[in-house]
């Protein structure tokens, strides 16, 4: 059985207790989720264009704006430990532990090696409001298009 991204040679992913289960993660979207495109649908009735899933950029954003290097991401409730909603499976537990532990913390890597490229990186839980994702990442993008760019 192959590894998921993010998992480590050294600790193999073990065998799904069900298969029931088993196969619903492996339907489970990593890209263009319900959360992602009731915002980016939001974004654009606001008139914003923007670049979705930027190859060429640390994480691959779910939502780029390449003019004011604004970074956007959805993250699961469940893959990034969402403090809310965030549940720790009761099987395999140490396994899913240092999994989704590794995912948080290649979070933070990301977003530290796009700032270090000069984006401005945010995050929203895919249980948060569309309307008020849009607004707020709408505010953010005005403040940046609007800002004078700094000294290189």
Do not use: Y
């Amino acid at each position: 059985m192959k590894s998921s991204p993010g998992t480590s040679p050294a600790a193999p992913q073990p065998a799904p207790l069900s298969e029931q289960v088993s196969n619903q993660m492996k339907r489970m979207r990593r890209a263009s989720t319900k959360p992602e495109l009731l915002i980016r649908r939001a974004l654009h009735r606001r008139g914003l264009r923007f670049r979705v899933n930027h190859p060429a950029l640390p994480g691959r954003p779910d939502i780029a704006f390449t003019r004011v290097r604004l970074a956007i991401f959805i993250d699961g409730c469940f893959w990034h430990m969402c403090p809310k909603h965030g549940v720790m499976p009761k099987n395999n537990r140490e396994w899913w532990q240092a999994k989704l532990h590794r995912n948080v913390e290649r979070d933070r890597e990301k977003d530290a090696a796009l700032m270090d490229l000069g984006w401005h990186v945010r995050h929203f839980w895919e249980h948060d409001d569309p309307a008020a994702a849009a607004e707020e990442i709408e505010k953010a993008w005005q403040h940046l298009r609007t800002s004078p760019e700094p000294d290189s």
